[in-house]
């Protein structure tokens, strides 16, 4: 007779977008009991959606894969590192992403009827876990394959909207700069000109991520609790480890980032350390 022990599967999924691929790249890797690799899967959702729908898609086909391989009394744990897509399928709404919902909601369904359980959790991405770094290998590797899919998702059309109105944005200031320099040439728009970066400007060779992280942090604005809850992102503005989660917190004192912590101490010479000195604010 198996075990619940024996009766265990993990599934890690993953999603990704590449500058040379046909689309979002869809990964997940299914582990059993003894962590050995027992199924993958690759997918490519097509060009015209984000990777935000490429992780909703990766979490509903774990799902999708348990209601079809559960057995009685197993239990899965499903783990994506995108927490707003676990957000998103947490918690009831009609807002985009909906249909993803339904789908895990029906997945779960038959999971239940057959008697087996399942979980969806988080996982920090880059941790080096086996199962997160092969999920994410996978869905590189999807990017390459060629689309299943033309379909264009609302939050696409979103920021195909964003792009047009910022397009038609510099076109009435061109307008506008024209029509002030007739009038004087020696007005502010003819002397400065207009710079709008399309990316945040940090050192050479910085990763997205890296900058990504170091403004959220620095601004307030992120995936940490004590923001979230404001908005009703989170039920609690909590850490795993029971302080209030804010940036100050993560950075200095939480216990869970201590070795990065002790990387970053051996790296900054300056005593003490501060968030002001981190962050370069006030």
Excluded at 154 to 171: C, D, F, H, N, V
Excluded at 176 to 200: D, E, F, G, Q
Aim: glycine fraction near 4%; charged fraction near 25%.
């Amino acid at each position: 007779m198996k075990t619940r022990l024996d009766n265990y599967t993990t599934i890690y999924s993953d999603a990704s977008q590449t500058q040379e691929g046909k689309g979002i790249g869809v990964g997940i890797a299914v582990y059993n009991s003894t962590q050995q690799e027992i199924y993958s899967e690759t997918v490519n959702i097509g060009q015209y959606q984000l990777v935000y729908n490429g992780e909703l898609e990766g979490i509903t086909r774990a799902f999708e894969y348990a209601a079809k391989n559960a057995t009685t009394d197993q239990a899965f744990e499903v783990y994506a590192d995108n927490q707003a897509a676990i957000y998103r399928l947490k918690n009831l709404s009609d807002n985009p992403g909906q249909h993803w919902q339904l789908r895990c909601l029906k997945a779960a369904n038959t999971i239940r009827r057959k008697q087996a359980n399942i979980h969806l959790l988080w996982a920090p991405g880059h941790t080096d876990i086996v199962g997160n770094e092969r999920a994410d290998y996978l869905a590189k590797e999807a990017t390459k394959e060629d689309p299943r899919s033309t379909t264009k998702s609302i939050a696409y059309l979103g920021t195909t909207i964003k792009r047009i109105q910022q397009t038609e944005q510099r076109q009435e200031y061109e307008k506008y700069k024209a029509r002030a320099t007739a009038l004087n040439k020696a007005t502010y728009s003819a002397k400065y000109p207009l710079k709008i970066s399309k990316t945040i400007q940090m050192p050479q060779n910085t990763k997205r991520v890296t900058s990504s992280a170091f403004y959220s942090l620095k601004l307030g604005h992120g995936y940490f609790n004590s923001y979230l809850k404001r908005f009703k992102k989170r039920d609690s503005n909590r850490c795993t480890c029971q302080n209030i989660q804010t940036p100050e917190h993560l950075l200095l004192y939480c216990h869970l980032y201590k070795d990065h912590r002790k990387t970053l101490l051996q790296t900054i010479k300056h005593r003490p350390v501060t968030l002001p000195l981190l962050l370069h604010t006030k």
